[in-house]
């Protein structure tokens, strides 16, 4: 098995469609993806119809947002129940947030003087979910900054920035209980990258397992090695699958991440048996 558990379409914010997106997994030789965009399950019948008879299986996922202190969390939903009510009645609540969030965070930006407007935003998400690397990408596109990492900042959109608007979401903790009332695994996403890259506390991760956190991502791209081998060792220690993802949102990180970093079999066996 070749897996990725983790990789973003159109639907939220990468650039792949689904079709796409199942494309370049079988190119990169995958025989598991799942696809996990931000808040919404809309790209996943688009993916299992284009999947179907390719031998590439398609895990049903999603990226769920939750905040715990002021920072982000996003727990990784897989195998949940596509329509269990209460579970897309909060996504739901979350696209929503999205909208006016993306909306308040031009006002904000053009009242400093940059010259970007909502219409632009709402076209590069595709009619997907707005986030904050489209409002980034209106940014370069406006010649404010450079690239797309440099509009996260307190000047800008970074955390806290002056054109920052905080996201309403659930504590990561309910996040799971969620997760777990819909019949779906959870795993807490690239956990060394909390709030402006510091790592999430211990022990919001003890309490987060303690409510049935199935997994840690613990191979991503932005971990380096020896933050790998510390959540490796973190969810054996707790009895969690250690997974592996890519994280990939298309063309929107140079090189393309899809399957470049990778679950092992065994994690993702461990992981099944815990639906």
Same mark, same amino acid.
């Given at each position: 098995?070749?897996?990725?558990?983790?990789?973003?379409?159109?639907?939220?914010?990468?650039?792949?469609? @689904?079709?796409?997106?199942?494309?370049?997994?079988?190119?990169?030789?995958?025989?598991?993806?799942?696809?996990?965009?931000?808040?919404?399950?809309?790209?996943?019948?688009?993916?299992?119809?284009?999947?179907?008879?390719?031998?590439?299986?398609?895990?049903?996922?999603?990226?769920?947002?939750?905040?715990?202190?002021?920072? #982000?969390?996003?727990?990784?939903?897989?195998?949940?129940?596509?329509?269990?009510?209460?579970?897309?009645?909060?996504?739901?609540?979350?696209?929503?947030?999205?909208?006016?969030?993306?909306?308040?965070?031009?006002?904000?930006?053009?009242?400093?003087?940059?010259?970007?407007?909502?219409?632009?935003?709402?076209?590069?998400?595709? #009619?997907?979910?707005?986030?904050?690397?489209?409002?980034?990408?209106?940014?370069?596109?406006?010649?404010?900054?450079?690239?797309?990492?440099?509009?996260?900042?307190?000047?800008?959109?970074?955390?806290?920035?002056?054109?920052?608007?905080?996201?309403?979401?659930?504590?990561?903790?309910?996040?799971?209980?969620?997760?777990?009332?819909? #019949?779906?695994?959870?795993?807490?996403?690239?956990?060394?990258?909390?709030?402006?890259?510091? @790592?999430?506390?211990?022990?919001?991760?003890?309490?987060?397992?303690?409510?049935?956190?199935? #997994?840690?991502?613990?191979?991503?791209?932005?971990?380096? @090695?020896?933050?790998?081998?510390?959540?490796?060792?973190?969810?054996?220690?707790?009895?969690?699958?250690?997974?592996?993802?890519?994280?990939?949102?298309?063309?929107?990180?140079?090189?393309?991440?899809?399957?470049?970093?990778?679950?092992?079999?065994?994690?993702?066996?461990?992981?099944?048996?815990?639906?």
């Amino acid at each position: 098995m070749e897996i990725d558990l983790h990789a973003h379409t159109t639907y939220s914010d990468g650039t792949f469609s @689904p079709e796409e997106s199942v494309a370049r997994a079988r190119e990169v030789g995958l025989t598991i993806l799942s696809i996990s965009d931000h808040d919404t399950t809309g790209g996943l019948p688009r993916a299992f119809a284009a999947a179907d008879g390719t031998g590439l299986e398609i895990v049903p996922g999603v990226e769920f947002s939750a905040l715990y202190d002021g920072g #982000g969390v996003h727990v990784l939903a897989y195998w949940m129940d596509l329509d269990h009510e209460e579970f897309q009645a909060e996504l739901r609540r979350l696209r929503d947030d999205r909208l006016a969030r993306g909306e308040q965070m031009v006002r904000k930006l053009q009242a400093l003087g940059h010259p970007i407007v909502l219409r632009r935003v709402r076209e590069l998400a595709k #009619g997907g979910n707005i986030g904050r690397p489209h409002v980034a990408h209106a940014l370069v596109e406006a010649g404010v900054v450079a690239t797309i990492k440099q509009a996260f900042t307190t000047d800008l959109i970074g955390t806290g920035g002056k054109g920052h608007v905080e996201k309403h979401a659930i504590h990561p903790v309910e996040a799971v209980r969620l997760i777990k009332r819909a #019949g779906g695994v959870a795993v807490m996403a690239h956990p060394a990258l909390w709030r402006d890259g510091v @790592p999430a506390p211990d022990e919001l991760i003890e309490e987060m397992v303690e409510a049935g956190l199935d #997994g840690l991502e613990a191979d991503h791209p932005s971990h380096d @090695p020896a933050t790998r081998a510390r959540y490796r060792a973190m969810a054996h220690r707790f009895g969690l699958a250690a997974t592996g993802s890519s994280d990939c949102h298309g063309t929107r990180y140079d090189p393309v991440r899809m399957g470049s970093v990778r679950t092992h079999p065994d994690e993702y066996r461990k992981l099944q048996r815990r639906r």
